[in-house]
């Protein structure tokens, strides 16, 4: 009987402690990817460099501390990581669940934005003010538009159909109108972006995927005809391509001449920090924000320009990865998303300040100055790391 | 699970999109690589063109003074309405906005002027931004109290205080001060403009334009750093204006001042005289010089009819340029006394007898018969004296009675003998380059004329250049007129230089041309003992601080080159001329005390057909120790002694205190149309 009950203790420990070795080994926590996670964290870092140099002679001749900007995003930072966390912690087929929960919260956040509580900043009313922080809806849509359109196409199970399709669009379309209201055109485009790729990587069949395309091109012309687009930002979207005429002195062509000037003068190796006099002149508006990437490219170069969009390149590489390892599609859908809104939020942004795209109020992913966007990133890159973790 | 083939299917997808992702980050490589290594020199220079501003701050223009230290041009602060480009304009050049809109119209209503005009001043890109930009100089002080009172209204207007030009002596010696104006855009692109900038001021005639490197000074600039608002962060380079040096002049403003109120004085008297044909003399116009006998110094310069400088300071207007142009007016804004060019007639006989004599047609002391006239090839050319035969005539006698006939005569020699010669040595072009004819004296003005002494060359030159035009005319007149046979004549042997042409130009008469300056310094020279001085007006240059830049020093330009006995015969029959009873400028000075001041001189009337002769007279006193040359030249104004002569007479009466110019009347000489 002892002996029994003793053997049988035995087998069952040795037992447990194959097991517990076997468990281990597919443990979440044995399976972070430490590349995603250091290339983001060297990215901000970069950031913050290039939004104290951005604002160090502004400050100071306001008379304002010289860390303003920096202490913020610093903060952001904080609450980025712990965000991180707990969106890695939590598994993402949860997230699945309660997708439609978080589109509800967006959708009500970004009507907020539209009705009196909203606060308007140059023109556009984008932003809540809670307890001296700005948050901005729009970032958060982001990640609900997302998660709906993933988790729609993930429950058709590779073989989207047409109420799938039209569901998904109706998910997209509705949040994409509010913010283009705002209006932002740039985030609105990102939408779009983000539900075409995901149609691609969901398995929607070409011909729907041709007539969606089809039908876009007609409803862009439709809205050119009928003004539905406002006027500023149609010469904001046509006025990049006769910024290199001197007489141009219309402000969006002011803004991307300076801003060509910033990254061309840069050249090589770049003028060195604090030395960028289209960065410290404030010649470059909105440099700590949108147009950040002029200041690393006039103070750091064509070099240092290439080692910030080489990393970002990390990013989208270790997002692919992640999403072609992912145990199911909803895990893809969302991994490739993430990597779509990132690799066009890279091309609008940095398009934009080197002269081939419009300018579009679209931030450059960790770098640009803004609290919301940060702290979205750094949950984008904890779902990410979410699907990596849970892969087996 | 998603079946194999599903698999493989999203697999392909991620494939696709991969590669559209690198696509878009290549293109930002290539963009990026193209932006900053291969374009990135000119962005370098547009970073820098940015960030950094010239600013430009006039130094204030140096001052004309008088010998004795008066001044005729200085500087005077302006009260100006100036204003804030930046403040008001946008980069367009429109109104800024509604309140920018708002400022600029009370803007136009205060200075009376229409609003694109004060948006167009404004906007001048002759300006820098970075100083308020001048929209309405010297304005009265009331628009700067109405603007100074109402500072809420006006923002971004400025009130300050401008040097402007300022004329003392009002239009005293306009035509030698000049005046200033912008630089043109022409002008700009000239090498001797290099250091000038759109929008500086420059002489435009006169001593403003002639001293101009003295006068303007150095212009103070400042580098400045600036931020994207246009506020300066920082001073790269500072240096101050230096003030221009002043001029002093060897005007004697005083007998400036009298020379011209004489000059116009004599001219509009002489309009009373009633010539033989019942007619007045016309005296439509007329110059003066006084000369230092000994140095060349220019004393004084009138010319008639002038115009008033403080006209163009802040920019003259259109309508009195306009007037100041029209030759109906008779173009006040030409200095006669150095660019009006007129034949010599008698006044160039000194030189032509001196031409003779060095041409071995005579001795100084050889009497030619002063006949009434003199036969030439069929032609007639008078005495003066119409009729009356004066007998034998020496140098001095011929100068003393102006008689035609002996110069005639002896021109008509000396170009036969020039005719013999294989290369004709033309004695009179030597001899009258070298007492300043038909070239120009170098005097430190601009616009001075060399007037011209004719010879064989010339001539041929001139013909070659007409003669289509004379066989043209000689084809067109009738057969059996004059006109036929003069322009036939012209058209096969105009380029002859012909006996009649030699006989013209020994009485000053023909195409020999000359300024009254040209007159001036010739009589000059023979005053001086045959040493001609440069006529300078610049006297010496001065620091703002008093000190000497550099002294403008007496310059000899040459010998008349003739012999001692010459030039005393010369001027004994100058002397004459004056001082003896029957000298044809005798009359002007009746009561002028010759025993005291002893005055040689000569008189000149030119034929310029079909008008009125033109009056000349030059004369220089004392004789015994010349101080002074002055030469008078009235346009249309009958015969020399009858209008120059009186002319002259009155500026030695003032010049010498006999007679101040105040108290001076004019008396027309006796009609002597030598």
Known sequence: ?392 | MAPPSSESSSVLRLTFFAVLVIALFVSLFARLWFLQVLAGDRYVELADSNRLRTVITEAPRGAILGSDGEELVRNRPALTISADRRALLDDAGEPADEEAARVLERLAVLLELDVDEVIERLSSQRRSPFRPVPIEIDVAPEIVFAVQERRELFPGVVPETLPVREYPQGSLAAHLVGYIGEISEAELLRPDFADYRAGDLVGRTGLEQSYEADLRGTAGQRLLVVNARGDVLDVQRDRDPIQGADLVTTLDLDLQAATEELLVDGIEASRDIQRDDGQFLPSVAGSAVVLDARSGAVLSMASYPSYDPREFVGGVTHAYLAELLDEENESPLINRAIAGEYPPGSVFKPVSGAAMVEGGQITPRGTVECAPAFELGGNTFRNWNRGVNEGPMDLADALRRSCDTYFYELAFDQWLAEERQEDPDEVLIDVAERFGFGVRAGLDLPGEKAGRVPGRDWREDYWLNNRDDYCRQAELADPGTAARVAFTDLCQYGGLWRGGDAVNSSIGQGDVLSSPLQVASSYQAIANDGVRMRPHLGGRVVAPDGSLVREIEPEVIGDLGIDDQTLAVIQEGLEEVVMHPRGTGRSAFADFPLDEIPVAGKTGTAEVRPKVPYAWFVGYAPVDDPKIVVVVNVEQGGGGSQTAAPIVRNIMAHYFGVELAEEARFEAGEEILD
Do not use: C
């Open chain 1, 1 to 392: 009987m002892d002996v029994g009950y003793l053997q049988d203790r035995d087998q069952r420990r040795m037992r447990e402690h194959v097991q517990s070795r076997w468990t281990e080994v597919y443990a979440p926590i044995r399976h972070l990817d430490p590349v995603l996670v250091l290339t983001a964290l060297a990215l901000s870092g970069i950031g913050f460099v290039a939004i104290y140099s951005a604002k160090l002679v502004a400050l100071t001749t306001q008379g304002l501390p010289t860390t303003f900007y920096l202490s913020r995003q610093l903060m952001a930072l904080a609450i980025g990581v712990v965000v991180m966390v707990v969106v890695a912690v939590i598994d993402y087929r949860h997230v699945r669940v309660y997708s439609p929960a978080v589109a509800v919260l967006a959708l009500v956040l970004l009507g907020l934005v539209l009705s009196p509580l909203g606060t308007e900043i140059n023109g556009s009313q984008r932003w809540i003010v809670l307890g001296g922080f700005q948050l901005q809806p729009s970032e958060l849509a982001k990640l609900a538009v997302l998660i709906t359109v993933a988790a729609l196409l993930h429950d058709s199970d590779g073989e989207p159909g047409p109420g799938t399709v039209l569901l998904a669009l109706l998910v997209t379309l509705v949040p994409t109108a509010l913010v283009f209201l705002q209006p932002d055109l740039g985030t609105s485009i990102v939408f779009v972006w983000t539900t075409a790729v995901l149609f691609l990587l969901g398995g929607v069949k070409a011909r729907y995927l041709v007539g969606l395309v089809i039908g876009g091109v007609i409803a862009v012309i439709v809205a050119l005809q009928t003004e539905v687009i406002e006027s500023y930002q149609l010469s904001r979207l046509t006025a990049f391509m006769d910024a290199g005429d001197a007489s141009a002195a219309q402000t969006t062509a002011f803004q991307t001449r300076q801003s060509l000037i910033a990254v061309g003068s840069g050249q090589f190796a770049g003028k060195g920090l604090f030395e960028g006099t289209q960065t410290s002149l404030s010649y470059v508006p909105e440099n700590h924000t949108d147009f950040i990437f002029t200041v690393i490219a006039e103070e750091f170069g064509f070099l240092g320009g290439s080692v910030v969009l080489g990393l970002l390149l990390l990013l989208v590489w270790r997002g692919l990865r992640i999403a072609i390892l992912a145990k199911d599609t909803f895990g893809m859908l969302v991994a490739g998303g993430i990597v779509a809104i990132l690799s066009l939020q890279v091309f609008v942004n940095v398009g934009m300040t080197i002269g081939i795209m419009p300018v579009t109020g679209i931030p450059l992913p960790f770098i640009s100055y803004g609290g919301t966007s940060l702290i979205v990133w750094f949950g984008l890159i904890g779902l990410l790391l979410n699907i990596h973790m849970r892969r087996f």
